[in-house]
């Protein structure tokens, strides 16, 4: 079955400071994953996604992340981050060939929390 | 793209009734998702709603508890059915189109079984 690890439940960090974070899945199949972002209050988003091609994927609020498929692993960067950075990130994974199971496996969740 | 908009976007409601959300979409979509994220946690998949036919639960979930309806290929129905306050959470339509696996999210209806 697959799964889903973020291994930080939360991120502090300073403005203007790089920041990873991390995500790793385990899946017997291919697959595609994604990064979604959940603002204070706010709907969940999906801020970028992989699902063939190209390794490093980016969005176009900087960041960026990369598949390595011998690490099982998708992990968010950005070189800087600003205070409207502050949110809860979520890795997830689609199953299937093209991805085409359709439904999302979500981690449990990354705060990142940017300090003046 | 897809534009989904979720009734309600909140509500307060007394235990052991059930409250029916409903998901509109923009466009025709191939596959629509119900999640639920209870509070502090991530998002679990409760069904996929099948156009025309029963819809799929995961494990955990049943039908007599989170029934579902997809009369056509832009909208769906999950009804949260003798509340409890554990079923406060958020919960979450969405959509995928099929091959290139486009996600999109509704903004979420939130509920509170007092």
């Known amino acids: 079955a697959q799964s889903v690890t973020q291994l930080d439940s939360q991120v502090p960090v300073f403005e203007e400071a790089p920041v990873e974070l991390r995500c790793n899945y385990s899946?017997?199949?291919?697959?595609?994953l994604f990064w979604c972002v959940q603002c204070p209050n706010q709907g969940l988003q999906l801020l970028l996604k992989?699902?063939?091609?190209?390794?490093l994927v980016e969005s176009i609020n900087g960041f960026e992340a990369e598949f390595n498929k011998s690490q099982t692993s998708f992990h968010l960067r950005k070189p800087s981050v600003h205070i409207s950075d502050t949110a809860e990130y979520f890795c997830?994974?689609?199953?299937?060939?093209?991805?085409?199971?359709?439904?999302?496996?979500f981690g449990k969740g990354t705060k990142l929390s940017v300090k003046p | 793209s897809a534009v989904i908009s979720q009734k309600p976007s909140r509500d307060i409601c007394q235990r052991g009734t059930s409250l029916t959300i409903q998901c509109q979409v923009d466009?025709?979509?191939?596959?629509m998702f119900w999640y639920r994220q209870q509070p502090g946690q991530s998002l679990t998949l409760i069904a996929t709603?099948?156009?025309?036919?029963?819809?799929?639960?995961e494990s955990g979930f049943v039908i007599d508890k989170f029934p579902i309806s997809r009369p056509n290929l832009t909208f769906s129905t999950l009804t949260v059915s003798n509340m409890s306050p554990e079923d406060s959470s958020i919960y979450l339509c969405?959509?995928?189109?099929?091959?290139?696996?486009?996600?999109?999210f509704g903004p979420g209806t939130r509920l509170t079984v007092l």
């Open positions: 969405s959509v995928a189109r099929n091959y290139y696996n486009e996600q999109f």
């Open positions: 899946s017997s199949v291919s697959v595609c």
């Open positions: 992989y699902l063939s091609g190209s390794t």
């Open positions: 997830a994974v689609s199953e299937g060939y093209g991805g085409s199971q359709g439904n999302l496996i």
């Open positions: 466009s025709q979509v191939t596959m």
């Open positions: 709603a099948n156009q025309g036919s029963e819809a799929t639960y």
